[in-house]
């Protein structure tokens, strides 16, 4: 059985943006939780019968299933989240903004290039006025405002409704948030021009959804 776990859990690594342990551990966990796959392996004598069992073929598609939306979660649990939260609007130290950063999937993934990223970013946009980030997540917790002393105004769109909350705990008067989806209304409505555009979250995103 741990041999066709192996075996499965390369093809979801190959499909998904997952390591191929990760997706082992979570075969294992839904397994064991599986009783009627438990009860039916019970009775299987020759190993090579296991992938032919209609209780294997739905473990397998249920598993997938499983994995398929754990991946499409952006935000880790709401109990952590709510406790950075809190911290944050009393006041707490800078490193509970790079905490909460983590605390979404598209800005975990690339926590490692953060700070290189922004070092370009503000050698080339740091005479920027205005700003529009596009599906911007968290990355403001990130977007070291002080870098960017002629930044007037920076404008975030996401329809992710904890991010929006999170953002509007800053308190920062030159971050204007619009809680909504992408292209809801023209860009013109957002300001006639804008020095830079961030459509940063957008890569991973989709990278996630269709490797």
């Known amino acids: 059985m741990e041999e066709l776990l192996q075996q499965e859990a390369a093809k979801i690594a190959s499909q998904y943006k997952i390591s191929q342990d990760e997706a082992l551990k979570k075969l294992q966990e839904i397994a064991q939780k599986d009783l009627k796959l438990q009860k039916k392996l019970g009775s299987v004598q020759i190993p090579q019968q296991i992938p032919r069992l209609s209780e294997y073929k739905d473990f397998i598609k249920k598993a997938k299933k499983d994995i398929y939306y754990s991946l499409r979660k952006f935000h880790a649990d ?23 950063a983590k605390t979404h999937a598209s800005t975990k993934e690339r926590a490692e290039f953060v700070t290189q990223f922004s070092q370009q970013l503000s050698e080339i946009a740091k005479d920027a006025t205005s700003i529009i980030d596009i599906g911007g997540g968290l990355f403001p917790l990130q977007f070291d405002f002080a870098n960017y002393p002629k930044l007037q105004k920076y404008l975030w769109i996401d329809k992710d409704q904890k991010a929006y909350k999170i953002l509007e705990a800053l308190n ?38 269709n490797r």
């Open 78 to 100: 709401e109990e952590t989240e709510a406790k950075l939260l809190a911290e944050l609007q009393n006041g707490a130290a800078p490193q509970i903004l790079t905490e909460l």
């Open 172 to 209: 920062n008067p030159k971050l204007h948030l619009y809680n909504e989806l992408i292209g809801t209304h023209p860009w013109t409505y957002y300001g006639e021009s804008f020095d830079l555009a961030l459509m940063i979250k957008l890569v991973p995103l989709m990278y996630r959804q």
